[in-house]
């Protein structure tokens, strides 16, 4: 009966621990004001910030400034003349 408590006890403690970021990179995408403030926390102290947060950060700029990577070569229909 007495590890009931202390199981309830440690189970409660464990959520109370950092959980997973709630900021993803579809979201930083979609709000670049967000993604400019966290970008220069990153940038500040990335040690109190966390690397999953950082990198989602580093993904959703990347993401911006590429798009998303689908864009067709058009050549020009005559080399240029030289």
Do not use: H, W
């Not at 590890?3 to 709630?22: D, F, K, M, R, Y």
């Not at 979609?30 to 220069?40: H, Y």
């Amino acid at each position: 009966m007495k590890t009931i408590p202390v199981l309830t006890l440690a189970i409660l403690l464990t959520a109370c621990g950092q959980s997973a970021p709630t900021e993803t990179v579809e979201s930083l995408t979609a709000n670049p004001e967000r993604l400019k403030e966290l970008r220069k926390r990153c940038k500040a102290d990335r040690a109190t910030m966390g690397d999953t947060l950082c990198n989602a950060v580093a993904e959703a700029t990347r993401k911006r400034f590429y798009g998303d990577g689908n864009v067709p070569y058009t050549p020009q229909k005559e080399p240029p003349k030289f």
